[in-house]
């Protein structure tokens, strides 16, 4: 027995390489203690036991990370095959949706809108959910480790969302990153960073408050130009003597381009300052100054939102695409499996296709991928569809003005790559564009949690 538990633990520690393994070394550094105290760690121990959860009534499905992907993805695994015993798994104890969190900056919805149980979702939905932090997983033994435990899966499936990659703008030393990510977040991650910003923009007494837009694959193309419209918005309703400079690392608007120019000049003039191909090479947090390739800028109070990675969830455990430079997972573009693994799936924004990272995005893939893995229990096979993306931007406040775009995707056996298919734009903002985007968001919400 307890040759066993060694043999376990010496498995766990040389298959996770996890953070919480190198932290048990670096505090037996630190205090002196040689390495074969690690076993006694008693950390170590908890994260070694079976997790407690109902016994699997059938194949057991454990979906990690309860965003849009995650959810969407127990829901309907358990719909197309309820012969499942599906999991899923999230380290946050309540959902809250990024989507509308714009409008609601801008207190045009309350915080009860975006705020979601989990406990909700898997009763109406027949599934389990665990609140904890997948930490690795063992492809061999087919295990998920968690501090709460391990986890024995037939099929896996990773939704765990996007990281901050704040190297690219500059910012390598991991103390510094970690202060700048306190002081400035970028809102794009945790539902924490929303909280401070809208306090922030709410206490905004006056002088520059600088936003920018990240380069590359970044989460929502639209957001960052919403929230500057937003901010302007408050600002202006608060009439608050405030310039908001909006650096965007690209050279042009991503998506929705004149609407937006239209809004920042029309609405926004004596707000917003906008500056393209403002490609942020060095921010000096405490001197308040961001600097780019010729140009440097003061700010008074800042949300910075640097380019973006997948997890690291998946880099760490050895299954990301060595041509990816986000670090995105090694996986088939049809069936989202990994190339060598037919038991591992990777979805949402951490998918390695580039698909628009965006919620709807991930919802209706993961309908989609559902299926696949359904069909992959009963030796079967779906036929591919693309996934929809579909994006409201709000630009005005009281009441809410939005403009819209539907998309799907199609990919080209000339080019090797997927490109935008059926594209359907409303670059107009109008109050109805503003009600659809509730009403939009409502829908969803509807279908992870509650219908
Ligand atoms: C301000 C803003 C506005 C947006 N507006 C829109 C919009 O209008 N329309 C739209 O379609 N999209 C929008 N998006 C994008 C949308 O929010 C994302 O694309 C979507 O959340 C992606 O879903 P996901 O499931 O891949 O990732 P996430 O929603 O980020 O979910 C990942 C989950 O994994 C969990 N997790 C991560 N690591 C672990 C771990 N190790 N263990 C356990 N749990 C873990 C996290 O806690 C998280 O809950 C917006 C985003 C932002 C930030």
Redesign the pocket.
Known sequence: MKKNTDLERRRFLQVSGVALAATAVSANVATGADNNEIRQAPALNSLLRKATLPRARGQRVVV????????TMAKYLRRFNPGFDVLL????SA?V??????SWLADQVDLDFLSHSFFDAANNHDYHFMQ????GFDRETRRVY?EKGFVDYDYLVL????EYDYARIGVEDTEAQNLLFHRYPG????SSE?LTIKRKIHRFSGGTFLLNVPNGDF??T??PY??ACMVAALFKRQRVRAKILLLDMNAEIRIKKAGFARAFAELYGDYIEYLSSSEITNVDIEGRRVETEFDEYDFDDAIIYPPVRA?R?IEDNGIASPISPQKAANTDPFRYHLLDDERVYV?????SQPF????????SEAQYVAEVIAAHALDKEVRWRSPQ?????AVDIDPLRAMSIITYYKFSDKTGQFAFDRTHLIERWDTQGGQA?LAW?EGMYRDMFYS
């Open positions: 990690v990370g309860g965003g849009w992907s995650g959810l798994i999230d380290r946050q959902f949706s990024f989507p509308i969190s714009n904890a932090t997948v930490l968690t939704a765990p969302g996007i809102g794009f991650v945790s929303l989460r929502c639209a957001a919403e929230r997890s969830l979805t949402g924004d951490s998918r628009s990272k965006g919620g709807h995005t991930a919802h993306t579909m994006c409201f931007s985007s968001a």
